[in-house]
């Protein structure tokens, strides 16, 4: 059964670097998603992405982040200059035509 | 706005008895709503949805959901816990009609099954 995939499963970072976490979403989805969950929190939306633009971003994506479709696979999350407080556990997702978003297993990032 | 209230942060079942995990949802369009299932140090699953088809829905491992317009619920029910089941259940909503849908999750609920 298709899945998406994330890597790394676990990254580690110092303040102020920048970090890109990667997605490949499942192969013929067209809508792809970044959410976060912040220890103890509920999961947030941060961003969705459709024909190679944002469609809609939540507040929490200021200036630091970015996402990037670099080919026909890869979805990834840029945090240009990392803060503390954006360790949480970041989950990718896509949609087909259907109504579900399928989620990966997420990244977790520690900033430190 | 579309919410989403998960009225238990905790629920205790004992195995082979009920579950039922309880939510309420807000939104000013008909809404898509889901259930998903995080066990520990795992990702998100989706169980089931509700899209404005049947207002009962099955989903995997024997769990199901009636979504109910007049009580704005979506409440997630399974006859018969097994000690598998432990792990976090979140209620999810999304505006329906629309291709880039964002999900907004409740806050959880932290499903725990004793022998």
């Known amino acids: 059964e298709p899945e998406v995939t994330q890597t790394p499963s676990h990254q580690v970072t110092q303040m102020g670097q920048e970090v890109i976490l990667r997605c490949v979403p499942i192969?013929?989805?067209?809508?792809f998603y970044w959410y976060r969950q912040i220890l103890g929190q509920k999961v947030e939306f941060l961003v969705s992405?459709?024909?190679?633009?944002?469609?809609?971003k939540s507040e929490i994506f200021d200036d630091q982040f970015s996402v990037e479709r670099p080919d026909g696979s890869n979805f990834t999350l840029k945090i240009r200059s990392t803060k503390l407080e954006d360790s949480a556990m970041y989950f990718c997702?896509?949609?087909?035509?259907?109504?579900?978003?399928?989620f990966g297993p997420g990244t977790r990032l520690t900033v430190t | 706005a579309q919410s989403v209230t998960q009225l238990d942060s905790h629920v205790s079942v004992s195995e082979g008895t009920p579950v039922l995990l309880r939510c309420n949802y807000s939104?000013?369009?008909?809404?898509?709503l889901f259930w998903y299932v995080q066990h520990p140090n795992k990702g998100l699953q989706l169980l089931l949805k509700y899209t404005s088809a049947a207002t009962l829905v099955k989903g995997i491992n024997g769990f199901e959901a009636e979504f109910k317009k007049s009580e704005t619920s979506f409440h997630l029910t399974k006859p018969s816990a097994h000690m598998s089941d432990a792990a976090e259940y979140f209620c999810?909503?999304?505006?329906?009609?629309?291709?880039?849908?964002?999900?907004?999750f409740g806050t959880g609920t932290r499903l725990l099954v004793s022998p």
């Open positions: 192969s013929n989805h067209l809508y």
């Open positions: 992405f459709y024909n190679n633009e944002i469609s809609e």
């Open positions: 939104s000013s369009y008909s809404p898509s």
């Open positions: 997702a896509s949609k087909g035509r259907t109504y579900e978003q399928y």
């Open positions: 999810v909503v999304s505006l329906k009609n629309t291709g880039f849908q964002k999900l907004v």
